[in-house]
Protein backbone atom coordinates (compact mmCIF):
# COMPACT_ATOMS: atom_id res chain seq x y z
CA UNK A 1 0.00 0.00 0.00
CA UNK A 2 2.80 2.15 1.09
CA UNK A 3 4.09 1.64 -2.89
CA UNK A 4 1.15 2.09 -4.70
CA UNK A 5 0.14 5.47 -2.45
CA UNK A 6 4.36 6.96 -3.23
CA UNK A 7 3.21 5.99 -6.90
CA UNK A 8 0.41 8.33 -6.62
CA UNK A 9 2.33 11.11 -4.64
CA UNK A 10 5.13 10.85 -7.28
CA UNK A 11 2.48 11.17 -9.84
CA UNK A 12 0.41 13.63 -9.08
CA UNK A 13 3.88 16.07 -8.23
CA UNK A 14 4.77 15.56 -11.86
CA UNK A 15 1.05 16.45 -13.24
CA UNK A 16 1.50 19.23 -10.89
CA UNK A 17 5.47 20.57 -12.14
CA UNK A 18 3.64 19.65 -15.62
CA UNK A 19 0.82 22.06 -15.01
CA UNK A 20 3.29 24.78 -13.48
CA UNK A 21 5.65 24.71 -16.39
CA UNK A 22 2.94 24.91 -18.84
CA UNK A 23 1.60 28.37 -16.94
CA UNK A 24 5.04 29.60 -17.51
CA UNK A 25 5.69 29.24 -20.84
CA UNK A 26 2.27 30.71 -21.69
CA UNK A 27 2.67 33.54 -18.95
CA UNK A 28 6.14 34.20 -20.76
CA UNK A 29 4.09 34.38 -24.25
CA UNK A 30 1.58 36.70 -23.08
CA UNK A 31 4.07 39.22 -21.53
CA UNK A 32 6.44 39.10 -24.53
CA UNK A 33 3.14 39.64 -27.00
CA UNK A 34 2.11 42.42 -24.75
CA UNK A 35 6.10 44.05 -24.67
CA UNK A 36 6.21 43.74 -28.44
CA UNK A 37 2.74 45.70 -28.62
CA UNK A 38 4.06 48.10 -26.20
CA UNK A 39 6.74 48.97 -27.38
CA UNK A 40 5.02 49.61 -31.03
CA UNK A 41 2.79 51.46 -29.59
CA UNK A 42 5.55 53.88 -27.77
CA UNK A 43 7.70 53.92 -30.57
CA UNK A 44 4.88 54.95 -33.25
CA UNK A 45 3.58 57.46 -30.63
CA UNK A 46 6.44 59.55 -30.11
CA UNK A 47 7.55 59.43 -33.99
CA UNK A 48 11.47 57.58 -32.56
CA UNK A 49 13.14 56.38 -35.35
CA UNK A 50 15.85 54.64 -33.34
CA UNK A 51 16.92 52.26 -33.56
CA UNK A 52 14.49 51.58 -36.33
CA UNK A 53 10.99 53.62 -37.50
CA UNK A 54 8.27 51.01 -35.75
CA UNK A 55 5.05 50.78 -38.68
CA UNK A 56 3.22 48.09 -40.07
CA UNK A 57 5.86 46.89 -42.17
CA UNK A 58 9.08 46.72 -39.62
CA UNK A 59 6.79 45.33 -36.84
CA UNK A 60 3.14 44.22 -37.67
CA UNK A 61 0.61 43.88 -34.67
CA UNK A 62 0.97 40.09 -33.40
CA UNK A 63 -2.82 39.46 -34.30
CA UNK A 64 -2.36 40.75 -37.85
CA UNK A 65 0.31 37.96 -37.89
CA UNK A 66 -1.42 35.17 -36.41
CA UNK A 67 -4.36 36.38 -38.79
CA UNK A 68 -1.53 35.64 -41.95
CA UNK A 69 -2.33 31.82 -40.97
CA UNK A 70 -5.42 31.45 -42.04
CA UNK A 71 -5.38 33.19 -45.65
CA UNK A 72 -3.72 31.84 -48.60
CA UNK A 73 -0.41 33.51 -49.33
CA UNK A 74 -1.53 34.11 -52.80
CA UNK A 75 -4.57 33.75 -55.28
CA UNK A 76 -6.51 29.91 -55.38
CA UNK A 77 -3.85 28.64 -53.07
CA UNK A 78 -4.24 27.05 -49.93
CA UNK A 79 -4.12 28.82 -46.20
CA UNK A 80 -0.84 29.64 -44.97
CA UNK A 81 -0.74 27.56 -42.28
CA UNK A 82 -1.49 24.52 -44.84
CA UNK A 83 1.63 25.60 -46.82
CA UNK A 84 3.90 25.98 -44.01
CA UNK A 85 2.90 22.83 -42.15
CA UNK A 86 3.89 20.56 -45.42
CA UNK A 87 7.31 22.97 -45.73
CA UNK A 88 8.12 22.29 -41.76
CA UNK A 89 7.95 18.78 -42.42
CA UNK A 90 10.08 18.74 -45.81
CA UNK A 91 12.71 21.15 -43.94
CA UNK A 92 12.09 18.84 -40.57
CA UNK A 93 13.27 15.78 -42.78
CA UNK A 94 16.47 17.57 -43.63
CA UNK A 95 17.02 18.44 -40.38
CA UNK A 96 16.40 14.92 -38.55
CA UNK A 97 18.92 13.21 -40.98
CA UNK A 98 21.74 16.09 -40.90
CA UNK A 99 21.31 15.91 -37.13
CA UNK A 100 21.88 12.12 -37.06
CA UNK A 101 24.92 12.15 -39.34
CA UNK A 102 26.39 14.63 -37.47
CA UNK A 103 25.75 13.68 -33.88
CA UNK A 104 27.14 10.22 -34.70
CA UNK A 105 30.35 11.72 -36.68
CA UNK A 106 30.76 14.22 -33.66
CA UNK A 107 30.73 11.34 -31.61
CA UNK A 108 32.96 9.40 -33.43
CA UNK A 109 35.78 12.08 -33.81
CA UNK A 110 34.97 12.80 -29.81
CA UNK A 111 36.12 8.97 -29.43
CA UNK A 112 39.24 9.22 -31.77
CA UNK A 113 40.36 12.60 -30.01
CA UNK A 114 40.21 11.20 -26.53
CA UNK A 115 41.94 8.10 -27.10
CA UNK A 116 45.12 9.62 -28.76
CA UNK A 117 46.95 13.30 -27.26
CA UNK A 118 48.18 13.31 -30.89
CA UNK A 119 45.14 13.26 -32.60
CA UNK A 120 43.76 15.82 -30.40
CA UNK A 121 47.28 18.20 -30.78
CA UNK A 122 47.13 17.77 -34.46
CA UNK A 123 43.19 17.21 -35.32
CA UNK A 124 41.72 19.75 -32.67
CA UNK A 125 42.72 22.81 -34.30
CA UNK A 126 41.33 21.62 -37.96
CA UNK A 127 37.71 21.05 -36.51
CA UNK A 128 37.69 24.81 -34.79
CA UNK A 129 38.95 26.36 -37.78
CA UNK A 130 36.23 24.58 -39.33
CA UNK A 131 33.33 26.31 -37.58
CA UNK A 132 34.96 29.55 -38.57
CA UNK A 133 34.06 29.35 -41.96
CA UNK A 134 30.69 31.02 -43.31
CA UNK A 135 27.92 27.97 -43.57
CA UNK A 136 26.84 29.96 -46.79
CA UNK A 137 30.67 29.70 -48.17
CA UNK A 138 30.29 25.99 -47.81
CA UNK A 139 26.79 25.36 -48.81
CA UNK A 140 27.28 25.89 -52.68
CA UNK A 141 30.23 23.78 -52.63
CA UNK A 142 28.62 20.75 -50.52
CA UNK A 143 25.41 20.75 -53.43
CA UNK A 144 27.71 20.72 -56.04
CA UNK A 145 29.67 17.98 -54.41
CA UNK A 146 27.48 16.02 -52.65
CA UNK A 147 24.09 16.10 -54.96
CA UNK A 148 25.77 14.36 -58.21
CA UNK A 149 26.76 11.07 -55.51
CA UNK A 150 23.55 10.77 -54.32
CA UNK A 151 20.91 8.37 -55.18
CA UNK A 152 17.86 9.68 -57.63
CA UNK A 153 15.06 10.01 -54.24
CA UNK A 154 18.07 12.07 -52.00
CA UNK A 155 18.98 14.31 -54.49
CA UNK A 156 18.54 17.92 -53.78
CA UNK A 157 17.52 17.75 -49.91
CA UNK A 158 20.29 14.50 -49.04
CA UNK A 159 23.04 17.74 -49.81
CA UNK A 160 21.00 20.07 -47.18
CA UNK A 161 21.07 17.11 -44.68
CA UNK A 162 24.83 17.25 -45.20
CA UNK A 163 24.77 20.83 -44.37
CA UNK A 164 22.50 20.70 -41.59
CA UNK A 165 25.12 17.96 -40.08
CA UNK A 166 28.00 20.10 -40.69
CA UNK A 167 26.49 22.30 -37.99
CA UNK A 168 25.56 19.48 -35.65
CA UNK A 169 28.53 17.81 -34.99
CA UNK A 170 31.03 20.40 -34.01
CA UNK A 171 29.53 20.26 -30.17
CA UNK A 172 28.95 16.61 -30.30
CA UNK A 173 32.71 15.71 -31.00
CA UNK A 174 33.76 18.90 -28.32
CA UNK A 175 31.32 17.40 -25.43
CA UNK A 176 31.99 14.27 -26.26
CA UNK A 177 35.66 15.07 -25.49
CA UNK A 178 34.99 16.73 -22.54
CA UNK A 179 32.67 14.01 -21.64
CA UNK A 180 34.73 10.93 -22.23
CA UNK A 181 37.64 12.48 -19.89
CA UNK A 182 35.68 14.00 -17.20
CA UNK A 183 35.18 9.89 -15.68
CA UNK A 184 35.73 9.43 -12.45
CA UNK A 185 39.43 8.03 -12.50
CA UNK A 186 39.14 5.89 -9.11
CA UNK A 187 36.98 4.07 -12.03
CA UNK A 188 39.65 4.14 -14.77
CA UNK A 189 42.03 2.86 -12.08
CA UNK A 190 39.77 0.37 -11.10
CA UNK A 191 39.01 -1.03 -14.49
CA UNK A 192 42.41 -1.36 -15.29
CA UNK A 193 43.44 -3.39 -12.09
CA UNK A 194 40.69 -6.29 -13.30
CA UNK A 195 42.87 -5.85 -16.82
CA UNK A 196 39.42 -4.13 -18.35
CA UNK A 197 40.09 -4.29 -22.33
CA UNK A 198 40.41 -0.09 -23.59
CA UNK A 199 36.50 -1.10 -25.39
CA UNK A 200 35.42 -2.11 -21.86
CA UNK A 201 36.41 0.85 -20.23
CA UNK A 202 34.86 3.37 -22.93
CA UNK A 203 31.65 1.29 -22.88
CA UNK A 204 31.20 0.95 -18.93
CA UNK A 205 32.93 4.37 -17.59
CA UNK A 206 33.89 6.82 -19.91
CA UNK A 207 30.30 6.83 -22.06
CA UNK A 208 28.18 6.67 -18.94
CA UNK A 209 30.52 10.00 -17.56
CA UNK A 210 29.92 11.69 -20.34
CA UNK A 211 26.36 11.15 -21.40
CA UNK A 212 25.35 15.02 -19.86
CA UNK A 213 28.25 16.76 -21.61
CA UNK A 214 26.37 14.51 -24.75
CA UNK A 215 23.30 15.65 -24.32
CA UNK A 216 23.84 19.29 -23.68
CA UNK A 217 25.90 18.88 -27.64
CA UNK A 218 22.51 17.58 -28.90
CA UNK A 219 20.35 20.16 -27.52
CA UNK A 220 22.55 22.79 -29.41
CA UNK A 221 22.81 20.60 -32.12
CA UNK A 222 19.07 19.97 -32.38
CA UNK A 223 18.68 23.44 -32.90
CA UNK A 224 22.11 23.90 -35.20
CA UNK A 225 20.35 21.39 -37.37
CA UNK A 226 17.34 23.07 -38.62
CA UNK A 227 19.32 26.56 -39.07
CA UNK A 228 21.59 24.05 -41.51
CA UNK A 229 18.61 22.47 -43.12
CA UNK A 230 16.99 26.13 -43.88
CA UNK A 231 20.08 27.90 -45.05
CA UNK A 232 21.22 24.89 -47.19
CA UNK A 233 18.35 24.90 -49.14
CA UNK A 234 18.95 28.40 -50.38
CA UNK A 235 21.89 27.46 -52.82
CA UNK A 236 20.25 24.22 -53.74
CA UNK A 237 17.24 26.03 -55.08
CA UNK A 238 14.75 23.86 -52.64
CA UNK A 239 11.35 25.45 -52.84
CA UNK A 240 10.02 22.68 -50.65
CA UNK A 241 11.04 23.84 -47.32
CA UNK A 242 10.94 26.79 -44.92
CA UNK A 243 14.25 28.04 -46.84
CA UNK A 244 12.38 28.20 -49.93
CA UNK A 245 9.37 30.05 -47.96
CA UNK A 246 11.76 32.76 -46.63
CA UNK A 247 12.92 33.62 -50.09
CA UNK A 248 10.25 33.66 -51.64
CA UNK A 249 8.24 35.48 -48.73
CA UNK A 250 10.92 38.35 -48.40
CA UNK A 251 10.44 39.11 -51.83
CA UNK A 252 6.53 40.69 -50.82
CA UNK A 253 7.98 41.87 -47.50
CA UNK A 254 7.29 45.08 -48.12
CA UNK A 255 4.21 44.44 -49.08
CA UNK A 256 2.77 41.86 -46.92
CA UNK A 257 5.26 41.56 -44.27
CA UNK A 258 3.12 39.46 -41.93
CA UNK A 259 3.78 36.45 -44.55
CA UNK A 260 7.45 36.00 -43.53
CA UNK A 261 7.32 37.17 -39.89
CA UNK A 262 5.02 34.09 -39.89
CA UNK A 263 7.19 31.58 -41.38
CA UNK A 264 10.00 32.93 -38.95
CA UNK A 265 7.95 31.91 -36.11
CA UNK A 266 7.24 28.26 -37.54
CA UNK A 267 10.44 27.96 -38.16
CA UNK A 268 11.65 28.81 -34.33
CA UNK A 269 8.53 26.46 -33.87
CA UNK A 270 10.41 23.68 -35.16
CA UNK A 271 13.80 23.98 -33.77
CA UNK A 272 12.23 24.63 -30.20
CA UNK A 273 10.54 21.27 -30.60
CA UNK A 274 14.03 19.77 -32.32
CA UNK A 275 15.05 21.34 -28.54
CA UNK A 276 12.64 19.23 -26.46
CA UNK A 277 12.61 16.32 -27.94
CA UNK A 278 16.27 15.90 -27.10
CA UNK A 279 15.27 17.21 -23.27
CA UNK A 280 12.89 14.26 -23.33
CA UNK A 281 15.36 11.61 -24.57
CA UNK A 282 18.06 13.17 -21.85
CA UNK A 283 15.10 12.90 -18.84
CA UNK A 284 15.24 9.25 -20.29
CA UNK A 285 18.43 7.98 -20.30
CA UNK A 286 20.40 10.32 -18.11
CA UNK A 287 19.21 9.31 -14.48
CA UNK A 288 21.65 11.91 -12.07
CA UNK A 289 24.84 14.43 -13.16
CA UNK A 290 28.11 13.39 -13.37
CA UNK A 291 30.46 12.59 -10.38
CA UNK A 292 32.46 15.33 -8.88
CA UNK A 293 35.75 14.47 -8.04
CA UNK A 294 37.81 16.53 -5.72
Not at 170 to 183: E, H
Amino acid sequence: MATIAAAGSRGRRLSFDAAQRAATVLLVLVALVGLWELYRLVWSSAGWTWPFAVNSTTMPHVWTILKAFGEPAQVNQPSLATILFHKTLFTAKEAVVGFAIGAVVGFAIGVGLAHSRLAQRGLLPYIVASQTIPILAIAPMVVVWVNPKLPAGLQGWGSVAVIAAYLTFFPVAINTLRGLQSADPRALELMRSYAGSPWSVLWKVRVPASLPYVFSAFRIAATASVVGAIIGELPSGLQSGLGGAILNFNQYYSIEPQELWATNIVAAALGIVFFCVVVGAERLVVRRPPEVVE
